[in-house]
């Protein structure tokens, strides 16, 4: 299970013919107990938390989110998603469509408009048609259910370039989070174009619930790079039903939803447009965790290193040069980096290492940079992924 | 002619083994006299300023040149320069290599080790060995030429990735400014794996010749980019033999240096490893030049656009979302968008354009972005390329 797998959740997903190619494109997700339980089927506002694009340009439905997220104070009844259109740099016509889909789905739960929150992805530029959401929704409102097939059709419905739905189930004693997200390029620090949409029983206020949800996401969704191209629609949601009986700590909640959030964000990284291989760039050593954090980046954001990891090739001197004009603060005759268990360089200077062993490590899909700027004590990870063929055969607009 | 067009030049090059596949890899620039003149052939000591990498980690030849033009108050009387090994990343014994390369120079020149820089280009993290420099010094002293041939030569024998030399001349009234350039990859702003070398016969000191490089370098080496990746041993120096006889301004000097810089940058941008096509990226309409430089530069860089211009894929939504999160300022309903003659977006909507004749100016080499932010008047301009397969290949090391 996932998204449905914590009590109080229903999903459901559809094709409404936004995508040309018929594939699903619509997906719902509302807060209700299932059909047969107490007010079974009827949607209700629960506390609701959201992370938002830093672009100075957010798309209409990223400013509809947080409307209505501040007008409720934090809650919310149910999310509308399409794909195949990103209404962004859609102007006023793109607000309305947005607009109008939450009328539209509040209309069919029963609810205020204020308490339906609405995400697209896709393409910039395009006026997402309202005509297929309106059509479409009466349809998608009756398949909602809690089962494995309902959020599967609602995991599949968001995607975009991703070649599978991604979802993810962390129980704990007494709660769970589940959660499902979209995402494989465009992808960047500070959000990408990521949707990711995350649900929980817990029993918890919305304030406590934004709390744990901004430290979940920066340690996961905030540190992958498929090409560090930060989107105008990216959205982080998590929805808590309180389904759960015993209090949950604000400790154990952002333990969880971390988990969920490293899951689902290790799984973007894993369906990298063209990506061929992940790797895991950890920085240590640093003076601060700012300044690991932005070495960790740049190494994994460097052309010329992305290059060397689908080649194979153990080319360690790209490290240090992206280290070097990151920011960071280091002393390069201190610094060393290796690749797996193997360290290629130390004091700054080539180590003499063995290089077919380093070739070994990076034929693997799972790939491991360490880089130690003997600065202090600092430490962060970023997960990155190769650039290769695939990802330009992408973005050309010719495939 | 190139750097030996002003007059007070020698230039030559050689090929001494650093590279394997016997390529010329050696390069020696010396103020002098032609033979036959008064003083001719003998080095001497001229006038000479040089920017370089902001990177943290620079390389021992980096380090030699700023340390010896502090030593000599701004004055040399040669430059050589070896491709095939960076001599970064290689600790005290690089930093030995680097010293012992002017030592040797100078005493077949005749003049004092300070007087003599060294630039190195090629990998990082492997030892650049001393033994071929030292074999090919007095066969590259004896070659030294005011010629052609000779300046030719030694822009290609500076050459890594570089598919052909590179190399321009700017005559004014009674002075003239000569260079050679390299770099096709880890070309960034704020420097790149580039090594430029200027010439000019103005009488000038070095202060104002430090002053006219620095800006010449700001709006042209400074504002182009292939792949982001700043290089640990970028740098530009110019030399300045005094031989003119009228005084020149330092407004004169500035531009000529700054055409000249420009021509070497474009060049280095339609040499850019695997790129088919050159893209001046214009911001105006911004806030302050700094902001424009800052969407500019996010425009050039970003992988999506560079995808979208090697399918000649009118995607502007990428163009916008690439200035939204450059930090530069705007209303996002305030920016247009054109790709050449042609506006793509108004007022932060799609203008309805026509899509073939996009494509048809995306078709060609020299391809023009265009972006007001509706913000200010102030405006800059960045030279990007396309992303391509061939880039992929070039830096994989399988090639």
């Known amino acids: 299970m996932s998204v449905t797998g914590p009590q109080g959740f229903l999903a459901a997903g559809t094709a409404s013919g936004i995508k040309e190619s018929g594939a699903l494109d619509l997906a719902l997700l509302v807060a209700a107990a299932p059909t047969g ?5 009827k949607a209700r506002p629960v506390p609701t938390a959201g992370v938002f694009t830093t672009s100075r340009a957010p798309a209409a439905p990223v400013l509809l989110c947080r409307r209505h997220l501040a007008a409720t104070g934090g809650r919310a009844s149910a999310v509308v998603v399409n794909s195949g259109c990103a209404n962004a740099a859609t102007g006023e016509p793109g607000a309305k469509v947005a607009a109008r889909t939450a009328e539209l789905a509040a209309a069919h739960l029963g609810v205020p408009p204020e308490e339906v929150l609405v995400c697209s992805t896709g393409i910039i530029g395009q006026d997402l048609p309202f005509a297929p959401i309106e059509e479409a929704m009466p349809n998608l409102v009756s398949r909602l259910e809690r089962s494995r097939e309902a959020e599967t059709a609602a995991a599949t419905a968001i995607m975009t370039t991703d070649t599978r739905p991604k979802q993810t189930l962390v129980s704990r004693a007494g709660f769970s989070v589940g959660g499902m997200c979209k995402g494989a390029g465009m992808i960047a620090p500070n959000m990408a174009t990521m949707l990711a949409f ?3 029983d817990a029993a918890v206020d919305p304030k406590m619930l934004q709390a744990a949800l901004a430290a979940a996401v920066e340690p996961t969704f905030n540190r992958i790079s498929i090409d560090g191209c930060t989107s105008t629609n990216d959205t982080v949601l998590v ?5 759960a009986a015993d209090p949950v700590s604000p400790g154990e909640l952002t333990e969880a939803l971390t988990e969920a959030c490293a899951d689902l964000a290790y799984q973007i990284m894993a369906d990298a447009e063209g990506g061929t291989k992940v790797a895991k760039v950890t920085v240590t050593g640093a003076r601060s965790e700012e300044d690991a954090v932005r070495a960790a980046r740049a190494i994994a954001d460097s052309a010329l290193v992305k290059c060397s990891l689908f080649g194979a090739d153990p080319n360690w001197g790209r490290i240090l040069g992206a280290a070097a004009v990151s920011g960071a603060a280091f002393d390069p005759a201190a610094v060393s980096v290796g690749y797996g268990p193997i360290r290629v360089c130390e004091a700054g200077r080539a180590t003499g ?5 380093v070739r070994a490590h990076l034929e693997q899909h799972d790939v491991e940079i360490s880089c130690d700027l003997g600065a202090g004590t600092a ?3 970023v997960l990155g992924c190769d650039l290769t063929y695939g990802y330009i055969d992408e973005n050309t607009g010719r495939s």
């Open 239 to 243: 929805m808590a039903s309180g389904g």
């Open 198 to 200: 995350l649900t929980t």
């Open 379 to 381: 430490t962060a990870s």
């Open 37 to 41: 339980e107490g007010g079974g089927g």
């Open 353 to 357: 290492h063995d290089e077919a062993a």
